[in-house]
T-cell receptor, first 110, second 116 residues
Framework: QQPVQSPQAVILREGEDAVINCSSS?????VHWYRQKHGEAPVFLMI?????EQKGHDKISASFNEKKQQSSLYLTASQLSYSGTYFC???????????FGKGTKLSVKP | NAGVMQNPRHLVRRRGQEARLRCSPM?????VYWYRQLPEEGLKFMVY????????ESGMPKERFSAEFPKEGPSILRIQQVVRGDSAAYFC??????????????FGEGSWLTVV
């Protein structure tokens, strides 16, 4: 079942923060975050496994609350290079397939 | 290290023709996945293959679409008798082990199919 992402789109000024949410109606085994720029391939950002872990690199981090079946991606002090569409992908079990949400379009303006 | 290689990058076909998209996984990866992305939409899972086996084709349309991953050579997604609605970007991804076991997948650059 496809995860639901919110918001659908967000516009930021450089330096502002953003949160992108991903929720599922089914129990989740893992959550994967990707960023895709127009006309390019999705690029892997990070994976979170069940256990309520939090991860991050540079100014992008994410959390995974398996009880709530939700994950959030946090972008701090956004840069122009953060612009793109962010997808969360969820796996419902150890042998499940990666199912993606519809994406959140992030635009960072100077 | 070569990434996931897809070709052709762009393909134009007339209605009724066949389209063949090829994907070579990353070195050391034996699992291949195909996704379709319609304009301004998300990535829709189509099929998951290992060498010589289709593991899950639950996302494949029942007609005209087929996929294979032979013992030698790339994985191929084949679309017969293409229609305008097949116009989309087709992404291949690979992983060393199955994605659900906590391992992620890495995407190729995609093949953009346009049906005229």
């Amino acid at each position: 079942q496809q995860p639901v992402q919110s918001p659908q789109a967000v516009i930021l000024r450089e330096g502002e923060d953003a949160v992108i949410n991903c929720s599922s109606s089914k129990a989740l085994y893992s959550v994967h975050w990707y960023r895709q720029k127009h006309g390019e391939a999705p690029v892997f950002l990070m994976i979170l496994l069940k256990g309520g872990e939090q991860k991050g690199h540079d100014k992008i981090s994410a959390s995974f609350n398996e009880k709530k079946q939700q994950s959030s991606l946090y972008l701090t002090a956004s840069q122009l290079s953060y612009s793109g569409t962010y997808f969360c992908g969820t796996v419902g079990g150890s042998q499940g397939n990666l199912i993606f949400g519809k994406g959140t379009k992030l635009s960072v303006k100077p | 290290n070569a990434g996931v290689m897809q070709n052709p990058r762009h393909l134009v076909r007339r209605r009724g023709q066949e389209a063949r998209l090829r994907c070579s996984p990353m070195k050391g990866h034996s699992h291949v996945y195909w996704y379709r992305q319609l304009p301004e939409e998300g990535l829709k899972f189509m099929v998951y293959l290992q060498k010589e086996n289709i593991i899950d084709e639950s996302g494949m349309p029942k007609e005209r679409f087929s996929a294979e991953f032979p013992k030698e050579g790339p994985s191929i997604l084949r679309i017969q008798q293409v229609v305008r609605g097949d116009s989309a970007a087709y992404f291949c991804a690979s992983s060393p082990i199955r994605e659900g076991s906590g391992n992620t997948i890495y995407f190729g650059e995609g093949s953009w199919l346009t049906v005229v």
